[in-house]
């Protein structure tokens, strides 16, 4: 070994050493940070390594200028547009950047077909299934972006579109297969981009008729996926940082999705191939008519409460109610009232995305509690405040096993003795289940949009 | 570096990476994700050697589509990362005006 590579070797090693390290930093908001600077350092040392060490010496001059033209291109584009993206859009960023990774993944093995020979029957057989896969990740993230931001997409599913979907896998493995094996370059080539189209189509396939409340799941699901990806292509190229860095992102990824799926009472072979099924009839005709109040009286209840817990959720994003939201808890704990925020897994667009819009907001994350605090909290509260929250406080999921959401995990809002819900209309949540919280005896509705009947419950504070 | 020892070096990666993942708490999620994005943008430094290591106009042209997808990539990971834990705060700092 000379000593370019054995320098190469060390930085690659310090480099995965310290992507590790970032990662563990990210089990408490207080060193988050620092980890995340931590795993930059680590990528970037591995970058300037590789590029000084060895390509740099190896390559044409046109190769390094299109080197760096490359680096410019996407770096620079991306990182314009991941500085002036709001809180609301990063579900749309994660999948976009998560689909680009997975392209990289499958145009790397790609490459590796181009360049003729066959690797050994491993790496062979990891390259089978990154390849495809990747390209489904790129594909399938690509949908994910476009149904995160509501631009219109055929929904729906073809006649037989699961079978049209696992065809679609199976021939995309199979091209790969061939083009990994054959002799002949042009076959090779028209093989292995075949199979990196189809494997785009299967991606997208699967993914159109998956709803936008299932996107949480969606989203963990490729990121694990583009990890793997990854991870198979590091043993295809002899790299041992990108073998440890895909694979722990590939577990990540699969833990994530269970976590999601769970939190949402459904399996992910539910998600990606059944659709929600059609909304049982849960509870049964309601036997009250729902009581009403207006943001006046809500003010008085929160303001002499002693402790409240507020349940945002996706409504209240929609609304973009969080920083007027944040400003009722100022006022409220001016006035002595402590105030919680209960954050159920699966409240907004991606797994803790809610977290994130209220800390942009500026609530401290020690407010923020995840469902077994936030249960705890409830237990003990004078006054709940549910703002835009439906499913994920749905008592059926506890006591009615005819409901589809029986089973799923939930906040438990009647425990305080009093309930506020602001609600935009009279129908029903995403699912389109019934929900017998509204009609519960210690749960009053301010009907309106979230931001604007905050607006009013604020404007009552101040006046007491 | 032999295939066995690449399967139990994956082996490894699979548990430390679960073990990592279990820790985080529900509370950063999203930052999470974002994070395991820049970590596979790892693919970078693959993208880069095959670019140098390429013949012929198809795996040049090849290999730089995979370098703009993984340079992309790897920078918006590493931003909105960023981004988003700057800030989660405590009640005692005053957020910065």
């Known amino acids: 070994m000379s000593v370019g590579d054995a320098l190469l070797a060390g930085a690659d090693f310090l480099a995965a050493l ?4 970032g990662l563990k930093a990210m089990s408490h908001p207080r060193t988050a940070r620092r980890g995340i600077l931590a795993a930059g350092v680590g990528m970037l040392l591995a970058l300037l390594a590789n590029l000084l060490l060895d390509a740099l010496g190896r390559g044409s001059l046109r190769l390094v200028f299109l080197a760096f033209a490359a680096l410019l291109l996407g770096g620079g584009l991306s990182a314009a547009l991941s500085r002036r993206v709001p809180m609301t859009a990063m579900p749309q960023m994660v999948a976009l950047f998560n689909g680009l ?18 690797p050994a029957p491993l790496a062979l057989a990891l390259a089978v299934f990154a390849a495809p896969v990747g390209s489904a990740s790129f594909g399938g993230s690509l949908v994910a972006v476009a149904k995160l931001q509501d631009w219109r997409l ?12 696992a065809l679609l896998i199976a021939v995309s493995f199979a091209l790969f297969a061939l083009a990994l094996l054959a002799r002949a370059p042009e076959l090779r080539a028209a093989a292995g981009g075949f199979a990196l189209a189809v494997g785009f189509l299967a991606g997208v396939a699967l993914t159109v008729p998956i709803g936008g409340a299932d996107m949480p799941v969606v989203i963990a699901f490729y990121n694990g996926l583009t990890g793997l990806a990854v991870g198979f292509d590091g043993v295809l190229l002899h790299s041992p940082a990108m073998v440890v860095a895909g694979v722990v992102v590939g577990a990540s990824g699969t833990m994530l999705t269970q976590l999601m799926a769970r939190a949402m009472n459904r399996s992910l072979a539910a998600v990606l191939f059944r659709g929600f099924g059609p909304p049982a009839a849960a509870s049964g005709p309601a036997e009250r008519e729902p009581l009403a109040t207006d943001p006046a009286d809500a003010a008085i209840v929160l303001a002499y409460a002693r402790e409240v817990v507020i349940v945002p959720g996706y409504g209240m994003a929609v609304a973009q109610a969080q920083h007027k939201l944040q400003d009722l808890a100022r006022l ?8 919680l925020f209960a954050i159920h ?15 942009e907001a500026g609530v401290p994350y020690d407010r923020l509690l995840d469902l077994e605090e936030a249960n705890a909290a409830l237990a003990v509260a004078g006054a709940v405040l549910v ?14 096993p005819a409901s589809p959401l029986y089973g799923m995990p939930v906040l438990e809002v009647t425990r305080a003795p009093r309930v506020l819900v602001i609600k935009r209309g009279r129908g029903r949540g995403f699912s389109g289940v019934e929900n017998p919280l509204f009609t519960a005896e210690n749960v009053r509705l301010v009907y309106g949009d979230a931001a604007d009947v905050l607006g009013r419950i604020l404007g009552a504070l101040r006046e007491l | 570096m032999t295939d066995l020892v690449v399967l139990y070096l994956g082996l490894l990666a699979v548990l430390a990476g679960y073990e990592l993942i279990a820790r985080v708490p529900a509370l950063l999620h999203t930052p999470l994700m974002s ?6 943008g790892i693919v970078v430094v693959g993208a880069l050697a095959a670019l140098f290591t390429a013949h012929g106009t198809l795996a040049v042209a090849v290999a730089w589509g995979a370098l703009v997808a993984a340079s992309a990539n790897v920078v918006g990971g590493f931003v909105t990362t960023e981004r988003m834990l700057r800030m989660f705060r405590a009640s005692r700092e005053e957020p910065p005006r």
């Open chain 1, 101 to 118: 990774g997975g392209a990289a993944a499958a145009l790397l093995v790609f490459g590796r077909v181009l360049a003729g020979g066959s």
């Open chain 1, 18 to 21: 310290l992507l590790l390290v």
């Open chain 1, 345 to 359: 897994p699966v409240a907004g667009r991606m797994p803790g995305h809610m977290n994130v819009l209220l800390a």
């Open chain 2, 35 to 40: 994070a395991t994005n820049f970590i596979h």
């Open chain 1, 332 to 339: 409220l704990e001016k006035r002595g009232v402590r105030v």
């Open chain 1, 154 to 165: 055929p929904a729906g599913r073809l006649p037989a579109h699961r079978t049209l979907t």
């Open chain 1, 387 to 400: 703002v835009g929250a439906n499913d994920v406080v749905n008592p059926d999921a506890r006591n009615n």
